[in-house]
């Protein structure tokens, strides 16, 4: 079975400074792993995705992510904070089901607090 | 306009009340998905349908039920609603190539 977990629910940085979400998963075929972000008072939307092309994917607003196979890991990176973006972020992996069902299960959540 | 809305945007009701959530999307997607959302627990699927005729059950569907009525629509139900629903519900959707879902805004339901 294919699933994410997240290291840390909360993650405070000072503005400027290195953003580093860590996500690592589980699964038993070639996984498609995916970065969402939630602002308050919104629905998700994506930041980025890995689906089996270049390891080092770049999304929107600075974010990337590495998808590193060794370490089983999917981390999410900025160079420097900005204050916008404060929200959280849910890590996902695609899952096949019975039938070929394709669907994403989420991680726990990441609240990313940047400070002045 | 926004491609998946849901309505309403927020609801107290009652513990025994019936329920329901409403989402339309204007992307012409097949698939649709409903989730609900609790602090530190992350998103955990309701019930999906890959087109009209199809609907699945996810992975807490007991106390749910869902209908899909166009291509466009999908309902979730909460047939006697009791006060552990209480949790933000999204609407999403992808077109099955690319397995990107696309939100919608959430609806915020209280039972009290």
């Known amino acids: 079975a294919q699933s994410v977990t997240q290291l840390g629910s909360h993650v405070s940085v000072s503005e400027g400074a290195l953003v580093l979400l860590r996500c690592n998963y589980s699964?038993?075929?070639?996984?498609?792993l995916f970065w969402y972000v939630q602002y308050p008072n919104q629905g998700l939307q994506l930041l980025l995705k890995?689906?089996?092309?270049?390891?080092l994917v770049k999304g929107i607003n600075g974010f990337e992510a590495e998808f590193k196979k060794s370490e089983t890991s999917f981390h999410l990176t900025k160079p420097s904070a900005h204050m916008s973006d404060a929200a959280e972020y849910f890590c996902?992996?695609?899952?096949?089901?019975?039938?070929?069902?394709?669907?994403?299960?989420f991680g726990s959540g990441t609240q990313l607090t940047v400070l002045p | 306009d926004a491609d998946v809305t849901q309505t309403p945007r927020n609801r107290i009701t009652k513990t025994g009340k019936r329920i329901m959530l409403e989402c339309s999307q204007t992307?012409?997607?097949?698939?649709m998905y409903w989730y609900r959302q609790d602090p530190g627990l992350g998103l955990r699927l309701i019930y999906y349908?890959?087109?009209?005729?199809?609907?699945n059950k996810g992975e807490i569907s007991d106390g749910y039920s869902v209908s899909r009525q166009a291509q466009a629509k999908f309902s979730l139900s909460l047939e006697s609603a009791i006060p552990n629903q209480t949790a933000l519900y999204f609407c999403?959707?992808?077109?099955?190539?690319?397995?990107?879902?696309?939100f919608g805004p959430g609806t915020r339901l209280t039972v009290l």
């Open positions: 996902a992996v695609r899952v096949i089901s019975s039938g070929s069902a394709r669907q994403l299960t």
């Open positions: 349908s890959f087109d009209v005729k199809d609907i």
């Open positions: 890995y689906t089996s092309a270049a390891t």
């Open positions: 999403a959707t992808s077109d099955g190539r690319t397995d990107t879902q696309y």
């Open positions: 992307k012409g997607h097949d698939r």
């Open positions: 699964s038993s075929v070639p996984p498609y």
